[in-house]
């Protein structure tokens, strides 16, 4: 009805799995986990998430520099 396409991927671990929606070769990811781990999991999304702004930031400052360099090329 959506057409929406699921493949079903196993991993031998939610490391590798994270590894994979990190780099964006997963679009969604599920997991059932143990109320238990929830804490640790949450701490480990929000490294995730700090990291992805750092990378961001890095790509932003690495394209001002490269502007930088080529319109002192030009002149």
């Known amino acids: 009805m959506a057409g929406?396409?699921?493949l079903r991927i196993?991993?031998?671990?939610?490391a590798l799995a994270m590894n994979d929606v990190i780099a964006g070769r997963l679009q969604v990811f599920f997991m059932f986990v143990k109320k238990a781990d929830l804490p640790t999991i949450r701490k480990q999304l929000k490294i995730?998430?700090?990291?992805?702004?750092?990378l961001d930031?890095?790509?932003d400052l690495a394209t001002e520099l490269?502007?930088?360099?080529i319109a002192k090329e030009k002149n």
């Open 48 to 54: 995730y998430e700090r990291l992805k702004l750092l």
């Open 66 to 69: 490269s502007n930088l360099r």
């Open 57 to 59: 930031r890095w790509i």
């Open 10 to 14: 196993s991993y031998k671990g939610v």
């Open 4 to 6: 929406v396409r699921i």
